[in-house]
């Protein structure tokens, strides 16, 4: 039984990072010529954005981005199944990491744009020593948004290691998740406030609840069952156990419309596109692409 709470305003305030710096190629500098300021060591503040910052979702209005004249050139003018299987074709060509190469990955990922020594915490927002990460109960440790029991992928080179959903999270909050489909209600966590579960679900933070919609559908189109591991389908289910699905969808839709893509984010999909594995998350650079694809 679900229990039921009063409904929230989801986008009151969020808070917006400066990017950190990224080394990167002749290409990346044409990119971030276009990009706000990198350097900024000054703590970010809160402003309040909404999902007006995007494309209307439904409008038929695209956006444009620097990667569509070459990385996304295939994709482009596609929707649906076609949409799809496109983007599947250009994320699937990238760099495998081992799970103990996560560990120093996720340093530079989510790296605090306020304090280089420290990362960002997925669920808390919790800035937190890099050095501080393991198994102990105020640890970090590598959170599987696509929970690794929902296909049975592991740890081994793949889903299991593939950093565009893998993210810092305090080690009791992670277990509390546990692999836990996404809906909203239940009761607020105690050391993760805004962060609501029960028995089948979980609600993460307005701040990260697009973040968390656009992993698990990056995955999704990333996986689709033509290699070793599962085909990856999200579905508008929760307590999808062991089977290769995630839930909801029709939740994650509405997350991802109504918490854009901020700087951080974006930063992330580069750092990992120019340093480790060498894909991108279509749905940070293209968030109108999840309702062309599951409309």
Aim: glycine share 10%; proline share 7%.
């Amino acid at each position: 039984m679900r229990a039921s709470r009063a409904p929230r305003n989801h986008r009151a305030t969020r808070v917006t990072w400066r990017p950190l710096a990224v080394v990167g190629s002749a290409a990346l500098l044409a990119l971030t010529a276009q990009a706000p300021a990198f350097g900024a060591t000054a703590p970010p503040t809160p402003r309040t954005e909404t999902a007006a910052a995007g494309p209307a979702s439904g409008s038929g209005a695209a956006s444009t981005g620097p990667y569509d004249d070459d990385y996304y050139k295939d994709a482009l003018g596609k929707t649906g199944p076609e949409l799809k299987t496109a983007l599947h074709g250009i994320i699937k060509d990238a760099d495998k990491l081992s799970y103990s190469q996560v560990w120093d990955a996720l340093k530079v990922t989510d790296q605090d744009p306020a304090n280089s020594s420290n990362v960002i915490l997925l669920y808390t927002g919790r800035s937190q020593s890099a050095d501080e990460n393991g198994g102990g109960a105020d640890q970090w440790n590598r959170e599987h948004v696509w929970a690794k029991s929902h296909g049975d992928f592991g740890t081994g080179a793949g889903p299991g290691t593939d950093i565009h959903h893998l993210r810092p999270a305090d080690v009791s909050v992670n277990s509390t998740r546990g692999n836990k489909d996404f809906d909203e209600g239940g009761d607020e966590v105690e050391e993760a406030p805004g962060n609501f579960t029960d028995g089948d679900s979980w609600e993460p933070r307005d701040e990260v609840k697009g973040d968390v919609a656009r992993m698990a559908l990056y995955m999704a189109v990333r996986y689709e069952g033509d290699d070793s591991f599962a085909d990856l389908e999200p579905n508008d289910k929760v307590d999808n156990g062991s089977a290769p699905h995630i839930g909801r969808l029709s939740v994650m839709k509405k997350w991802n419309e109504e918490d854009p893509p901020n700087d951080f984010e974006k930063n992330r999909n580069q750092v990992i596109f120019d340093k480790f594995q060498h894909n991108r998350n279509p749905f940070i650079d293209h968030p109108e692409w999840v309702d062309e694809i599951w409309s």
